[in-house]
C-alpha cells in the first residue's frame, strides 16, 4: 500500500514530480573531486547540508512561534517556554531545543503561495512551481526536468571520496530526483529504515556466492561488452552501465560501508539520538557527513496532522523531531563538524492558525518556521515575526527561492549558472532569491 496525503495523491504519483531519471538504489553520482568556492572565490562555509524534511507541514504555531495570548481556537493547548536565549520562547513539547537555542537559528517569517503537499514539495526541493495534467492545479502532477536541491550540489561540487555525494534516507525524497541533470546526479536511496533491528544497506554486500574477485571478473566483463556495443551514456545501457560502476565502486569500499554501519554506535549514542526513524536518520546523516557526503535529505512523513493533531504532536511527532535535532547539532558540535555542516530542518508548508471542527490544523503556507544550526549560521536569533494569529508575516517575508538561494551560497555554488535541457531550454540554478539579511555570521 502506498501512503496517500490527505489530498489523495499516493506517494507514487508525488515521486513522479521532479523525478526524471532516478532509479532508486543504485543511483550514486560520478565522481569529481571539487572544493567548494564562492562565486567571489572565498572558501564556502558548508561542505555538506543535513536537510531535515517534516513532510506533511509541522505546526509552526504550536512549535516555534506560539501566541498564548489569541482565543483558545487559536493558540492551541499548549504554552511557550523559554529557552536559554533571553527573550526567545518556543513550544513547551521542544524542551531539548530549549536548552540549546543558542546554537541555532528561528527564521519565523518563511512564506510562500503553495498549499498543496505534492506541489509544494516539488517547489521546495527544487525552486520551481509544479504542474498539474489538467493546466488547472488539478489531475495528477506532471514530469518535471527540474533537478533537486542535492543534484545541483552533485553537479556542481561532486563527491568527497567514496561515499555518494547525494543521498537520501530512509526513503526516496519526493521530488528529489535530478531532473534533466542525468542519473549520475540522482540520489543514493537507502529505501530501508536505521530505526529498524534488522537495518542493513543491502546494496553494499556481496551478493551469495559471489567474492571480491569473482565480482572483478563480472565487472571486466561488463565493461568489454560495453565498449562492443559502444552505447552513449544516456540511452538505458549507458545508464545502467553508469549505476553499475558507482555500485561496484560501493561494495568495494570498506570506508563507504563503515559509514553506513550505525550498529557502531553506542547504544548511549543512539539514544541521545533517539530509538525513532527521524533520530536514527540524523544519526546515520551525521556518519555520512564524517564520511564525506555532501547533502543529505531525510524524509520524515506523517505531519500532515488534519484531525486529532494535539496528541500525536505531544505524544510522538514534537518528541522525535526535538530529541534528534537537539542529539545532531549538539553532536555535530562536539565533533568539530558543525561550522562546516549546514543543518535545516522544516516542510513544504505550516499550519492553519485556526483549528479545525475534527481538533486539528489544515493546510497554510503563508507562515512557516525554518530552523538553521551550523554551517555559518549566526545562532542564537530569532529572524522575522507573524501576527498575533501566525497568519501572515509581519516582517519581510522570505520565500523558497531565498532559502534555496542562501544553502547555495553557504556551500559556494555560483547561483547565477544556467544550464540547459536537451531540448534547449534555459534553467537556472535558483529562479531569483536572495541570501536572508542577518542570517549568516
Known sequence: MHKKYCDRVSRRDALRVGSVGMISGLTLPRLLELEATAATGKTAKAKSVIFLFLEGGPSTIDMWDLKPEGPAEIRGPYNPISTNVPGTFIGEHMPLCAQMADKYTILRSHSHKDNGHSTGYHYMMTGYRASFADGQG???????????????????????????????????????????????????????????????????????????TRLDNRRKILGQIDKLAATPPTTRPGVMSTYYEKAYQMITAPDARKAFDIAAESDKVRERYGYTSLGQCALLARRLVEAGSRFIGIDNGSWDTHFSQFPSLKEDLMPSADKAFSALVTDLEERGLLDSTLVIMMGEMGRTPQINNRAGRDHWSMTQSVIWAGGGVKPGQTIGATDNRCMYPTTEPYGVEDVLVTIFRQMGIDTSKTYYTPLGRPVPIVNGGRVIPGLMA
Open 138 to 212: 488539478g489531475g495528477a502532477p506532471v514530469n518535471h526536468l527540474f533537478p533537486s536541491l542535492g543534484s545541483i550540489v552533485s553537479r556542481e561540487l561532486g563527491p568527497r571520496g567514496n561515499i555518494p555525494c547525494y543521498i537520501n534516507l530512509p526513503d526516496p525524497m519526493e521530488a528529489g530526483g535530478p531532473g534533466f541533470y542525468g542519473p549520475e546526479h540522482a540520489p543514493f536511496v537507502l529505501e530501508t529504515d536505521p530505526a529498524q533491528p534488522d537495518f542493513e544497506v543491502r546494496d553494499l554486500r556481496f551478493a551469495p556466492g559471489v567474492d571480491g
